[in-house]
């Protein structure tokens, strides 16, 4: 069950109550009812709403404000308080935070319950005349992220929502808090590709038609593309191959169908678009077919005003001059983009999605510190 805390609680005690909240992917109920409590009594309203059916919802989301003067900057967080199974084998149980030493350890604790407890005892020290702080929670951000983040934006649309800044608190840090934040992602695409053929017994070829070997011949030319050779932020486009399946269970039949599935990240030289264009026509002239899957396109938020920000906090709270990166998979800012300029930062990323996820307990309150300097810089600025 959730608690209820004081206003003056740390981002630790913020993590523990949290991550006692079980929230594997698609989260609803129980994380967002510790997420209100700790939010309204902060002088932020707040609002939730379940989107979506099965199989890719129901999802529940939040969006929290609190509003400053009129005419105000607005600085939004980002982030997600679902997480992936926890799998077996746990020391202690994943959702019963537990502090052993120096570090909490949970399901969340890195990614990202803990940066969310982190913005929020940061918001509690930054005065409402400041100006406008939001946060955009998600319960899909870990799963398909259909009803997420999506449709939060379609809500703050229709509602006259618009932030001047988002930063998304994904775990970005490497070696040591705040040696990287995340300025760009790369898009992402994932292509389904079929060739239909002729069933036939293997010892009269000529009454078949084997669409393995056209198949073969497919992948071997996407696999000697070369996208680019990368860009002043991003790296080199890499597609790569992830699935072939036949599923024939006999030896001596041709099969009638042959299947195979590519994953493409690309930099900003390309659009899903465009590079769905380009596989399809290559299949075609092989015989057969592609079907594109966008999950994102590539973002990138010039280094400036705003990641100056962010390097001046983190600098200031732990002397570590942050690298600015575009690596990595995807996250939620390749669609928070699209409403606001986006920068990702956040804790430590060595055990997320692994058994004893723990993080840092001093790491948690000076990534508040972090955020509650860059609020006030943003909203100043």
């Given at each position: 069950m959730?608690?209820?805390?004081p206003?003056?609680?740390?981002a630790?005690?913020?993590?523990?109550?949290?991550?006692?909240?079980?929230?594997?992917?698609?989260?609803?109920?129980?994380?967002?009812d510790?997420?209100?409590?700790?939010?309204a009594?902060?002088g932020?309203?707040?609002?939730?709403?379940?989107?979506?059916?099965?199989?890719?919802g129901p999802?529940?989301?939040?969006?929290a404000?609190?509003?400053?003067?009129e005419?105000s900057?607005?600085?939004?967080f980002?982030?997600h308080?679902?997480v992936?199974?926890?799998?077996?084998?746990?020391t202690?149980?994943?959702?019963?935070?537990?502090?052993?030493g120096?570090?909490?350890?949970?399901?969340?604790?890195?990614?990202?319950?803990?940066?969310?407890?982190?913005?929020?005892?940061?918001a509690?020290?930054i005065?409402?005349e400041?100006?406008?702080?939001?946060?955009?929670?998600?319960?899909?951000?870990?799963g398909?992220a259909t009803?997420?983040?999506?449709a939060?934006?379609d809500?703050?649309?229709?509602?006259?929502e618009?932030?001047?800044?988002?930063?998304?608190?994904?775990?970005?840090?490497?070696?040591?808090l705040?040696?990287?934040?995340?300025?760009?992602?790369?898009?992402?695409?994932n292509?389904?590709?079929?060739?239909?053929?002729?069933?036939?017994?293997?010892?009269?070829?000529?009454?078949?038609?084997?669409p393995?070997?056209?198949?073969v011949?497919?992948l071997?030319?996407?696999?000697?593309?070369?996208l680019?050779?990368g860009?002043?932020?991003?790296?080199?486009?890499?597609?790569?191959?992830?699935?072939?399946t036949?599923?024939?269970?006999?030896?001596?039949?041709?099969?009638a169908r042959?299947?195979?599935?590519?994953?493409?990240?690309?930099?900003?030289?390309?659009?899903?678009?465009?590079?769905?264009?380009?596989?399809?026509?290559?299949?075609?002239?092989?015989?057969?077919?592609a079907?594109p899957v966008?999950?994102?396109?590539?973002?990138?938020?010039?280094?400036?005003e705003?990641?100056d920000?962010?390097?001046?906090?983190?600098?200031?709270?732990?002397?570590v001059?942050p690298?600015?990166?575009?690596g990595?998979?995807?996250?939620?800012?390749?669609?928070?983009?699209?409403?606001?300029p986006?920068?990702?930062f956040?804790?430590?990323?060595a055990t997320?999605?692994?058994?004893?996820?723990?993080?840092?307990?001093?790491?948690?309150?000076t990534?508040?510190?972090?955020?509650?300097?860059v609020t006030q810089?943003?909203?100043?600025?």
């Amino acid at each position: 069950m959730s608690q209820t805390l004081p206003l003056t609680a740390s981002a630790l005690e913020r993590a523990e109550a949290l991550i006692a909240c079980p929230s594997v992917t698609p989260a609803t109920g129980m994380v967002f009812d510790c997420l209100e409590e700790q939010l309204a009594p902060l002088g932020f309203e707040v609002h939730r709403f379940v989107a979506g059916e099965a199989p890719d919802g129901p999802v529940e989301n939040l969006y929290a404000v609190r509003r400053g003067p009129e005419g105000s900057r607005h600085f939004s967080f980002a982030g997600h308080v679902d997480v992936v199974p926890p799998g077996e084998g746990w020391t202690s149980g994943p959702f019963l935070p537990e502090r052993r030493g120096e570090l909490l350890y949970g399901r969340g604790a890195v990614d990202m319950k803990g940066s969310v407890a982190s913005m929020i005892a940061a918001a509690a020290e930054i005065p409402v005349e400041a100006g406008t702080i939001s946060f955009i929670i998600t319960g899909d951000e870990e799963g398909p992220a259909t009803y997420g983040t999506r449709a939060l934006m379609d809500w703050m649309a229709a509602h006259g929502e618009k932030p001047d800044l988002i930063l998304v608190g994904e775990p970005t840090s490497v070696h040591r808090l705040g040696d990287m934040m995340k300025i760009g992602r790369r898009g992402s695409v994932n292509i389904f590709l079929s060739v239909e053929g002729v069933q036939g017994h293997v010892a009269y070829p000529h009454l078949a038609d084997n669409p393995i070997t056209k198949l073969v011949a497919m992948l071997a030319e996407l696999d000697a593309l070369v996208l680019d050779e990368g860009t002043d932020w991003f790296q080199a486009s890499n597609l790569e191959v992830t699935d072939l399946t036949v599923g024939n269970p006999a030896h001596n039949v041709i099969p009638a169908r042959a299947e195979a599935r590519i994953s493409i990240r690309f930099n900003d030289l390309h659009t899903g678009a465009e590079l769905g264009e380009r596989v399809t026509a290559i299949a075609e002239k092989h015989g057969g077919s592609a079907r594109p899957v966008i999950s994102g396109e590539s973002f990138l938020t010039q280094p400036g005003e705003f990641s100056d920000l962010l390097a001046e906090a983190i600098r200031a709270e732990t002397g570590v001059e942050p690298e600015l990166s575009t690596g990595g998979g995807t996250s939620d800012a390749r669609f928070l983009k699209d409403i606001a300029p986006v920068i990702e930062f956040g804790l430590c990323n060595a055990t997320m999605h692994k058994r004893d996820e723990a993080v840092a307990i001093s790491d948690l309150e000076t990534l508040a510190r972090i955020y509650a300097r860059v609020t006030q810089a943003a909203l100043r600025a």
